[in-house]
């Protein structure tokens, strides 16, 4: 009969934030797992910023504008602290609820009264705290008010139908990033996304980055994406003229199979729960044409290095000197 190789149920959230309200956001969110997980979610994806949203208002309010800079501040005074008491409180969720979740945050640097990071936090099924990334690079207007991650957050995380990694928007461009979760064994892969108001266009590429990823190393992806809501625009005083001018209220969450195809979704522009099976046996047959982090590979010509905050390099996949790729010594 040989092996038997696990299924899991995962999950998509889409919905929109209460708006620059962390503890409202917060108990929003762990409504948002207990729902999922009442669907028999195991592993649950969240949108980019959640708690307790994103900087949105860039869309419709000038850099210095008066709003701008009342809305950053209120976001820093809503942001997270890892750990803190909004993380207790989703950490509850998650052990209630015996799932992974990985959920965006705005996360506040302790001691500061102005560092945030765009961030991702990993939570396991007994209410840990698995790991946080950072994003690496904060994207367009996301410059404005969140600091540039580290190499501490590229990791995945094991659970019992595989390792489990993300990244966070527009960095699922950078191949360098990608590798190094895929490189680390990545079989589950969590993409967390804004809304975005444009449309077909912000849709085609939310659909570039997610199918190649786990066309190009056989995993399953969790596309979560935020939505507006009428609250979340009328507290960023979005005008009558401007949300006609909108082509949608965001969203295309899904699911994507190992073979680059949708197994669930996409969704768009509307509140809801995404979910999809995965079936692991659905990546072997592509890893046995293509392993890019196996043996459709040649270590002995291509060497990526990961940096941490700590400053040391991490090595994947090359053989040190006098080691063959499998890590044995040259000659025993």
Same mark, same amino acid.
């Given at each position: 009969? /040989?092996?038997q190789?696990?299924?899991?149920?995962?999950?998509?959230?889409?919905?929109?934030?209460?708006? =620059?309200?962390?503890?409202?956001t917060? %108990?929003?969110?762990?409504r948002?797992?207990?729902?999922?997980a009442?669907?028999?979610a195991?592993?649950i994806?969240f949108p980019?910023?959640?708690v307790?949203?994103f900087?949105? #208002?860039y #869309? #419709?309010?000038?850099a210095?504008s008066p709003e701008?800079?009342r809305?950053g501040?209120?976001?820093?005074k809503?942001?997270?602290?890892?750990p803190?008491?909004a993380?207790e409180? =989703?950490c %509850?969720? @998650?052990?209630?609820a015996r %799932?992974?979740?990985?959920i965006?945050i705005?996360?506040?640097r302790a /001691?500061?009264? /102005?560092t945030?990071?765009? @961030?991702?936090?990993?939570?396991?099924p007994?209410? &840990? +705290?698995?790991g946080?990334h950072r994003k690496l690079?904060?994207?367009a207007t996301e410059?404005?008010?969140h600091?540039?991650g580290d190499?501490a957050g590229?990791?995945?995380?094991?659970?019992?139908?595989?390792p489990?990694?993300?990244?966070i928007?527009?960095?699922?461009?950078?191949?360098l @990033?990608?590798?190094?979760?895929?490189?680390?064994?990545?079989?589950i892969?969590?993409?967390?996304?804004?809304?975005f108001? @444009?449309g077909?266009r912000?849709?085609?590429?939310?659909?570039?980055?997610?199918r190649y990823?786990a066309?190009?190393?056989r995993?399953?992806? +969790?596309?979560a994406?935020? +939505?507006?809501d009428?609250a979340?625009?009328?507290?960023?005083?979005?005008?009558?003229?401007?949300?006609?001018?909108?082509?949608?209220?965001?969203?295309?969450?899904?699911?994507?199979?190992?073979?680059?195809?949708? +197994?669930?979704?996409?969704?768009?522009?509307?509140?809801?729960?995404v979910?999809?099976?995965?079936?692991?046996?659905?990546a072997i047959e592509?890893? =046995?044409l293509h392993?890019?982090?196996?043996?459709y590979n040649?270590f &002995?010509?291509?060497?990526?290095?990961?940096?941490p905050a700590?400053?040391? %390099?991490l090595?994947?996949g090359?053989?040190?000197r006098?080691?063959?790729?499998?890590g044995?010594k040259a /000659?025993d």
């Amino acid at each position: 009969m /040989g092996d038997q190789f696990p299924r899991v149920r995962l999950a998509a959230v889409q919905d929109a934030p209460v708006w =620059l309200d962390r503890e409202a956001t917060v %108990a929003k969110a762990c409504r948002l797992i207990e729902a999922a997980a009442d669907h028999g979610a195991s592993i649950i994806g969240f949108p980019e910023g959640f708690v307790p949203g994103f900087p949105d #208002w860039y #869309w #419709w309010h000038l850099a210095l504008s008066p709003e701008s800079q009342r809305f950053g501040k209120e976001l820093f005074k809503n942001a997270v602290e890892v750990p803190g008491p909004a993380t207790e409180a =989703l950490c %509850a969720a @998650a052990r209630k609820a015996r %799932a992974y979740v990985v959920i965006g945050i705005n996360e506040r640097r302790a /001691g500061t009264l /102005g560092t945030l990071y765009n @961030a991702q936090l990993f939570i396991g099924p007994e209410g &840990d +705290i698995l790991g946080v990334h950072r994003k690496l690079m904060p994207t367009a207007t996301e410059r404005l008010v969140h600091a540039a991650g580290d190499g501490a957050g590229i990791q995945t995380y094991e659970t019992p139908y595989g390792p489990l990694g993300g990244l966070i928007c527009g960095e699922n461009t950078s191949s360098l @990033a990608r590798f190094a979760l895929l490189a680390r064994n990545e079989r589950i892969h969590v993409i967390s996304w804004p809304a975005f108001p @444009a449309g077909q266009r912000n849709f085609e590429t939310i659909d570039i980055r997610a199918r190649y990823h786990a066309f190009e190393g056989r995993v399953f992806v +969790i596309n979560a994406c935020g +939505i507006f809501d009428d609250a979340c625009l009328d507290a960023m005083k979005v005008s009558a003229e401007q949300r006609a001018a909108m082509n949608c209220r965001g969203g295309h969450s899904g699911i994507v199979g190992p073979s680059g195809s949708y +197994i669930a979704g996409p969704v768009d522009d509307k509140p809801q729960i995404v979910y999809g099976d995965a079936d692991m046996e659905r990546a072997i047959e592509g890893k =046995l044409l293509h392993d890019i982090t196996g043996h459709y590979n040649r270590f &002995d010509i291509f060497h990526l290095q990961v940096t941490p905050a700590s400053g040391t %390099a991490l090595p994947f996949g090359a053989p040190q000197r006098g080691e063959t790729a499998g890590g044995e010594k040259a /000659g025993d």
